[in-house]
């Protein structure tokens, strides 16, 4: 009977996870795009990337200031439904439509439509985005923190895998339309999965109290959100300009971009793997300390890339990169999140490394433009450095974090 009992709780366990990481397989599909193809996509109507990466740092303004998302959610049973799944249902819906819209405004005549529908279909994202880690937060147990991280970046990456070499090979062959309505279908298969997980009623204990506000004069929790502000500035940046470095050097197609971008999210897939391995079997800092050689050693070994060959090991090993950052970064703000103001204290955290991205993706496009891609590589790379001041501030003897009610 006990082994029936526990048979079923973890078919349970794995279910939940599987919900999780399809909310962030959607996600991976938008990222997808991003990733493979907006640049190459408005560069054809004549956009510099100066201006490429103005419009990805205002399209991230949604994720900086997602803690009022965050905020509203901890607060607000929205209707009697529930803190967290009617707003999941809601960011879904608007990602949706924008989806459906985008394809009749021309960037080239129109910019700056265009940029204000991205920050639209980003407010969308972050509200969903928001709301489900605030549901990962109420219903997973510290102890699984790594797991439910890895299969959350690992679903992204796999919305990624799904569509990348879909979506290049649509804008080749078919229409730059049918790129953006198939982004729009497949947005839809959460709506049918949220039943999965049930939202319970909340403790007293876990009930939204202004003063959880003070983790954040914490050393450790401000020493972590600036560790997030630089891994994501790095990490985003670099990512932007792959695939136009890619084009430059080896005038590769829309659907090579694809398919660059498919390897790259098998990269990540196998990196959420490993970080959430690192944190689980070696602990906080090696995984940290780990993850920032990985990342000194593939941005560097981009800019060596002289054969196109070559480089689609080192877009992987970038992706590996990638993902094992996330999930380090990730699984770390969990342990350090108040369940009484779970939702916003994650999307504060969250907020943090948006802003790094905001300013990765305005400094690599500017960089590139100034420096070339290849002298950008190096710079970003080197950053990474910037991260070692802020370890023992977290981890060191003298670094303490006040206990949080479970």
């Known amino acids: 009977m006990i082994n029936n009992q526990e048979g079923s709780h973890g078919k349970?366990?794995?279910?939940?996870?599987?919900?999780?990481?399809?909310?962030?397989?959607?996600?991976?599909?938008?990222?997808?795009?991003?990733?493979?193809?907006?640049?190459?996509?408005?560069?054809?109507?004549?956009?510099?990337?100066?201006?490429?990466?103005?419009?990805?740092?205002?399209?991230?303004?949604?994720?900086?200031?997602?803690?009022?998302?965050?905020?509203?959610?901890?607060?607000?049973?929205?209707?009697?439904?529930?803190?967290?799944?009617?707003?999941?249902?809601?960011?879904?819906?608007?990602?949706?439509?924008?989806?459906?819209?985008?394809?009749?405004?021309?960037?080239?005549?129109?910019?700056?439509?265009?940029?204000?529908?991205?920050?639209?279909?980003?407010?969308?994202?972050?509200?969903?985005?928001?709301?489900?880690?605030?549901?990962?937060?109420?219903?997973?147990?510290?102890?699984?923190?790594?797991?439910?991280?890895?299969?959350?970046v690992g679903g992204r990456a796999v919305g990624v895998i799904v569509t990348a070499s879909l979506v290049g090979l649509l804008a080749e062959n078919?229409?730059?339309?049918?790129?953006?309505?198939?982004?729009?279908?497949?947005?839809?298969?959460?709506?049918?999965?949220?039943?999965?997980?049930?939202?319970?009623?909340?403790?007293?204990?876990?009930?939204?109290?202004?003063?959880?506000?003070?983790?954040?004069?914490?050393?450790?929790v401000i020493a972590l959100a600036i560790i997030g502000f630089i891994f994501f500035l790095i990490i985003i940046g670099v990512n932007q300009i792959v695939n136009p470095y890619l084009q430059e050097t080896f005038n590769i197609s829309l659907s090579t971009a694809g398919f660059f971008t498919t390897v790259w999210g098998v990269g990540v897939v196998l990196g959420s793997i490993i970080g959430g391995g690192l944190i689980n079997k070696l602990g906080n800092r090696n995984a940290v300390l780990i993850a920032i050689g990985v990342a000194l050693v593939s941005i560097l070994a981009l800019a060596t890339i002289n054969q196109l060959a070559f480089a689609w090991f080192l877009v992987a090993l970038f992706g590996i990169c990638y993902g094992t950052y996330q999930t380090v970064y990730f699984a770390l703000a969990m342990e350090y999140t108040d369940p009484r103001i779970a939702a916003t204290m994650f999307s504060i955290l969250m907020a943090v490394t948006n802003i790094g991205q905001g300013i990765g993706l305005g400094l690599t496009g500017f960089f590139a433009d100034s420096f070339g891609f290849k002298m950008t590589f190096v710079i970003m790379a080197l950053l990474n450095f910037a991260v070692l001041p802020f370890l023992p501030m977290i981890f060191g003897r003298n670094a303490k974090k006040t206990p949080i009610p479970a």
């Open 12 to 152: 349970k366990r794995l279910i939940r996870y599987l919900m999780f990481g399809l909310l962030y397989f959607t996600q991976g599909t938008i990222l997808s795009y991003f990733t493979a193809l907006n640049a190459l996509y408005l560069l054809e109507f004549g956009i510099d990337m100066t201006r490429i990466g103005i419009m990805g740092t205002i399209a991230l303004i949604p994720f900086v200031i997602k803690v009022f998302l965050g905020m509203l959610s901890d607060k607000v049973n929205l209707f009697g439904l529930g803190h967290r799944k009617p707003y999941i249902v809601i960011g879904l819906m608007v990602q949706t439509l924008c989806l459906i819209f985008v394809p009749l405004i021309d960037p080239g005549a129109n910019f700056w439509l265009y940029v204000t529908i991205a920050f639209l279909l980003q407010m969308g994202m972050a509200l969903y985005d928001t709301c489900t880690d605030g549901l990962a937060l109420d219903t997973t147990p510290i102890s699984e923190k790594g797991t439910i991280q890895g299969f959350m």
């Open 174 to 220: 078919v229409s730059w339309s049918a790129v953006f309505w198939c982004l729009a279908i497949l947005t839809l298969p959460p709506f049918f999965f949220l039943k999965v997980v049930s939202e319970t009623p909340r403790i007293q204990e876990r009930a939204f109290d202004w003063t959880a506000f003070s983790a954040f004069k914490q050393l450790p």
